[in-house]
């Protein structure tokens, strides 16, 4: 349980800390939602566009008309085909802040009055040069929430006063400089002076504000004639941008719209004469020709600034607005914080594969939602912090996963490596489960072997004054009787001077166990026959076994405290194997020889492949009925 909630405190904290980034807004963060809306917005399938067409100024162009700028006339010309040929509002995307060298702005302003233009202005950072303003009725205070320049800079007065609307051609990147969003609205605001003075009491600066259109809005007020718009906002920015007798266009907090990419516009050179395609559209003329045009970042690849008005013109005539609410980001974060936490509860209970899997299966749902919401309501979603979150706190649950496994294992390895065979240990730790820490009630078997006559050889390496010699033969004998019963899938549980107690059927699993407890009593006998020969040729002192077996229901586990425990049993059971070992001295064989193995009934019982001979009826200390012992019966190749 400790490891459990070290674990999961972790893991929450890294979540914690990855939420509270989050809802910071950090400029990676920015970066990947934006990406992710690009992804969103690719999806749009294209198609052709029946209200916008384009004229542009390309080679032909100019290989017509002679190098740009062309005189102004030209530029009349063209609009005046346009209009002939059943053109709606002309949207000219072009600045003309000088005049025209070639003497051409009589005849192109005589035109803009006549035929519905709309011409450019441009934010600077300086002062107002010509600049058009134009009226806004203000519902709230939206001004503080608009893009702001310094200054503008407009078309000269002849061609800005008889143009029918002006409007501005200034985009409003996002931090990674793609365009995927257009103000409607702007405003300059500049200090002019400072009225009042000492005598007056009071001095205050005084201010120039004033509202310039984009140029897709500008086409909309021109199209219905309104002499303004109206703008309101509420207490987290604008709201939405009215052109009177146009439907309300909802914004985001600074008046802008997402642009729509799902439109091409079908384009026309401006060297030809016939442009009765685009009878009742809006027309766009820009320039395309080398060294012209301006190229701009888009979700969906560069385009030409003049692409940018007719998407953001195509985005207000389709009336569907792309939507990113103020409680998205909630959403959002509460979303990636509930599927964090699902990873790690799936990193901590689940394999391995399975965790990957989850990982990727939850990446998708996450698109698929996305997609889900973008493509049905238009609203945007950004599942690039989703991505992140699962990301990390599944790496890091996993990761915590891993160090506690490996801690589990060298646990393992360092508890059980001497008392139990090395396959038995690399399975445990392959598979910890099957290691139950704590106590465990279980049926088992129980083996405890001692040394018989073991103070004639001790006293014998006493009076040789060869202490290190007893120890040597204490160890040699040991290792052969610990060797026997690892190989036959016994745990070693500690040794008791020359006594050897072990038992069968935990930590691992073994069906067989009373078998696998009797085969290695008697196969220790056989070992020791070989060592007692030993002996005899080293002049040492006759060595026997005896050897006690039971099988019973215990309780197994860690047993010990905090600061030292071991892995080991405690029960009635264990305590009568205890007492056969004992009461093998009571009992000789024909040879003399005392009984190596005696057994319980409660072993004989499951034993399959040992025969057994009944031995004798006993009563043990501790319990009040006889207990029936038995011995193997020795075949000739054991003997």
Same mark, same amino acid.
């Given at each position: 349980m400790k490891k459990f909630i070290t674990h999961w405190t972790f893991a929450f904290v890294t979540l914690v800390v990855l939420t509270y980034t989050g809802l910071q807004e950090p400029f990676v963060k920015e970066i990947l939602k934006l990406k992710s809306f690009d992804i969103l917005i690719q999806q749009e399938e294209v198609e052709l566009s029946s209200d916008i067409g384009i004229v542009t100024i390309d080679e032909k162009s100019i290989e017509k008309y002679g190098q740009w700028p062309w005189k102004r006339d030209v530029l009349a010309q063209v609009i005046t085909d346009l209009r002939q040929s059943g053109a709606g509002v002309i949207m000219i995307p072009i600045l003309f802040s000088e005049e025209d060298r070639l003497g051409g702005d009589d005849i192109l302003s005589q035109t803009l009055t006549d035929n519905g233009v709309v011409i450019a202005q441009v934010g600077t950072s300086q002062i107002n040069k010509n600049s058009v303003p134009r009226g806004v009725a203000k519902i709230g205070n939206p001004l503080p929430y608009l893009f702001e320049w310094d200054g503008m800079l407009g078309p000269i007065p002849k /061609?800005?006063? &008889? =143009?029918?609307?002006?409007?501005?051609?200034?985009? =409003?990147?996002?931090?990674?400089?793609?365009? !995927?969003?257009? +103000?409607?609205?702007? !405003?300059? *605001?500049?200090?002019? #002076?400072?009225?009042? #003075?000492?005598?007056?009491?009071?001095?205050?600066?005084?201010?120039?504000?004033?509202?310039?259109?984009?140029?897709?809005?500008?086409?909309?007020?021109?199209?219905?004639?309104?002499?303004?718009?109206?703008?309101?906002? $509420?207490?987290? #920015? @604008?709201?939405?941008?009215?052109?009177? #007798?146009? +439907?309300?266009?909802?914004?985001?907090?600074?008046?802008?719209?997402?642009?729509?990419? &799902?439109?091409?516009? *079908?384009?026309?050179?401006?060297?030809?004469?016939?442009?009765?395609?685009?009878?009742?559209?809006?027309?766009i003329i820009g320039t395309t020709a080398e060294g012209l045009g301006g190229i701009i970042a888009t979700p969906v690849g560069e385009k030409y600034d003049y692409e940018l008005?007719?998407?953001?013109?195509?985005?207000?005539?389709? $009336?569907?607005? @792309? &939507? !990113?609410?103020?409680?998205?980001?909630?959403?959002?974060?509460?979303?990636?914080?509930? /599927?964090?936490?699902?990873?790690?509860?799936? =990193?901590?209970?689940?394999?391995?594969w399975f965790v990957g899997t989850s990982m990727i299966l939850l990446y998708g749902a996450s698109l698929v939602v996305a997609c889900y919401l973008f493509n049905k309501h238009l609203i945007l979603s950004d599942i690039s912090w989703i991505i992140i979150v699962i990301t990390i706190v599944g790496m890091h649950s996993i990761f915590n996963r891993f160090?506690?496994?490996?801690?589990?294992?060298?646990?393992? !390895?360092?508890?059980?490596?001497?008392?139990?065979?090395?396959?038995?240990v690399a399975i445990l730790q392959k598979d910890p489960s099957k290691l139950k820490l704590g106590g465990e009630r279980r049926e088992m078997s129980f083996l405890f072997m001692d040394i018989v006559g073991f103070t004639p050889i001790s006293e014998y390496y006493k009076n040789n004054d060869d202490p290190e010699g007893l120890v040597v033969v204490i160890n040699d004998y040991l290792n052969r009787m610990s060797k026997i019963v690892l190989d036959n899938g016994g745990t070693i549980d500690k040794y008791m001077g020359d006594c050897i107690m072990a038992f069968w059927n935990a930590p691992l699993d073994c069906p067989n166990h009373a078998e696998m407890a009797v085969k290695s009593s008697i196969e220790c006998a056989?070992?020791?026959?070989?060592?007692?020969?030993?002996?005899?040729?080293? $002049?040492?002192?006759?060595?026997?076994?005896?050897?006690?077996?039971?099988?019973?229901?215990? @309780?197994?586990? &860690?047993?010990?405290?905090?600061m030292r425990f071991d892995y080991s049993v405690i029960g009635d059971a264990v305590n009568l194997a205890a007492r056969l070992e004992a009461a093998t001295r009571n009992y000789k064989e024909k040879d003399g020889n005392i009984v190596a193995t005696l057994y319980s009934s409660y072993t004989m019982d499951q034993l399959k492949d040992i025969e057994s001979i009944e031995v004798d009826k006993i009563k043990v200390k501790g319990k009040e009925?006889?207990?029936?012992?038995?011995k193997p019966v020795m075949k000739k190749e054991d003997a």
């Open positions: /061609l800005g006063q &008889n =143009a029918n609307g002006v409007g501005v051609i200034n985009t =409003a990147p996002e931090i990674d400089g793609v365009v !995927r969003r257009i +103000p409607l609205i702007m !405003r300059i *605001e500049r200090i002019l #002076g400072i009225s009042g #003075g000492k005598s007056y009491g009071q001095i205050s600066n005084v201010v120039e504000d004033k509202t310039y259109p984009t140029m897709a809005i500008e086409v909309i007020r021109v199209a219905t004639g309104a002499p303004s718009y109206q703008i309101k906002s $509420g207490k987290g #920015g @604008i709201i939405a941008v009215r052109v009177p #007798g146009y +439907p309300i266009i909802y914004t985001d907090p600074n008046a802008r719209v997402w642009l729509h990419w &799902n439109k091409e516009f *079908e384009t026309i050179s401006a060297s030809e004469s016939d442009f009765s395609k685009f009878e009742g559209r809006s027309v008005s007719a998407s953001t013109l195509q985005t207000v005539l389709d $009336g569907k607005q @792309i &939507n !990113r609410y103020d409680i998205s980001l909630f959403v959002e974060l509460l979303a990636s914080v509930l /599927l964090g936490i699902l990873v790690i509860l799936i =990193a901590r209970f689940t394999p391995y160090i506690l496994e490996f801690k589990l294992k060298q646990q393992i !390895r360092k508890q059980f490596e001497s008392y139990l065979d090395p396959r038995q056989k070992e020791t026959a070989k060592l007692k020969q030993e002996f005899k040729d080293k $002049g040492l002192p006759e060595i026997n076994i005896g050897s006690g077996v039971n099988t019973g229901t215990c @309780i197994v586990g &860690n047993m010990g405290s905090d009925e006889l207990i029936t012992i038995y």
